[in-house]
């Protein structure tokens, strides 16, 4: 938890109480079913929490905000966005059951009003906008767009455009090329520089 404080340190005691609570309940339910490495609970805040909150260091969502979460996994990035956002709305999707299991599980036991999840593919969602997409190394860029854009409302009054923000890693140069996209890079190491990061870059496609 030391790690996320030391960038962000202005959390209302129920925010510090949900955030703290995570690395108990991620370890007990990973017990049961697994959304985590095993090496990875032990840096839970630096490789999961924190990296998912390196979209809450670049926009700083408006309340009532809809957002989608393609692909959360074990809840990352919409669980700790969530909690740092109580008053923005976020639906977590993921095509495995078993991995939503864990999300509800979590953000029931944190008090997160703010969440709903569906077991579902993004493609497969009708009748349904949000402002905002996001997602962390799930698909390629391309795939991640065709995905998203249906789902996402155009234009937008926030200080960043209504689109995608995912977060990826490693060389992207080729992938970003096939998407067409021209995304907004960010690499995640001038935001929070930190051992493991260098490889990490936040994308923002608008819509």
């Not at 740092?84 to 078993?98: G, M, N, R, T, W």
Request: hydrophobic share 40%; with cysteine.
């Amino acid at each position: 938890m030391e790690v996320v404080l030391k960038y962000f340190s202005e959390f209302t005691e129920k925010q510090l109480e949900q955030f703290t609570a995570l690395e108990g309940l991620y370890s007990e339910w990973n017990e049961k079913i697994n959304v985590i490495s095993r090496k990875d609970i032990e840096s839970l805040y630096l490789k999961h929490v924190l990296h998912s909150l390196t979209i809450a260091a670049v926009i700083d969502f408006r309340p009532g905000t809809q957002i989608i979460d393609i692909g959360t996994g074990g809840g990352f990035p919409g669980i700790p966005l969530a909690i740092y956002f109580p008053e923005v709305q976020f639906h977590l999707v993921d095509s495995i059951a078993k991995k939503l299991k864990v999300v509800q599980g979590v953000a029931d036991a944190v008090g997160l009003t703010n969440v709903t999840v569906q077991h579902t593919r993004a493609e497969e969602i009708k009748g349904r906008k949000f402002d905002f997409a996001v997602s962390r190394a799930v698909a390629p860029l391309k795939e991640l767009l065709q995905w998203s854009n249906p789902l996402v409302k155009k234009g937008g009054t926030q200080e960043l455009a209504n689109g995608l923000i995912c977060l990826k890693g490693g060389d992207l140069a080729q992938e970003i090329s096939e998407s067409g996209a021209r995304p907004r890079m960010t690499p995640v190491k001038n935001i929070f520089p930190e051992e493991g990061f260098e490889e990490k870059f936040l994308l923002h496609v608008p819509r």
